[in-house]
């Protein structure tokens, strides 16, 4: 079964920068993946996903502040975070699911129904 392991995680200032990574255990070329965010209180919410076409796609509050991106060599995905707001703290999750990414009605294009899910880097941004 397909293992996720998330790191990068941290403090940063409001405007600063952080790279999250998300090792895959084997092969994830024909794996849809994503990163999502969750804050205590809230519903868990889609980031974005990578399509194993090489593309992706984005929440639109992200409004082009972050980028996902995979290294097929060594098998890690990365959430590169810029321009970052006091209100993208939360814990980032990456997760994986073989095939393409579905579309669950109700739910957008980020948040597809994944079935392998890593257990959370924290992203604290101060001002």
């Known amino acids: 079964q397909m293992h996720v392991v998330e790191s990068g995680g941290g403090s940063a200032q409001a405007g600063g920068s952080l790279r999250l990574s998300c090792a895959a255990s084997e092969d994830s070329d024909q794996y849809c993946m994503g990163w999502s965010r969750e804050v205590p209180g809230r519903e868990r919410e889609g980031v974005g996903v990578f399509y194993t076409s090489g593309s992706a796609s984005y929440a639109h509050w992200v409004k082009g502040r972050f980028t996902i991106s995979k290294d097929k060599v060594k098998n890690i995905l990365f959430l590169q975070m810029n321009n970052l707001k006091l209100e993208d703290s939360a814990m980032y999750y990456c997760?994986?699911?073989?095939?393409?990414?579905?579309?669950?009605?109700?739910?957008?294009?980020?948040?597809?129904?994944?079935?392998?899910w890593g257990q959370g880097t924290q992203v604290t941004v101060s001002s």
């Open positions: 997760a994986a699911e073989p095939g393409p990414c579905i579309v669950v009605p109700g739910r957008g294009n980020v948040d597809p129904p994944f079935g392998n």
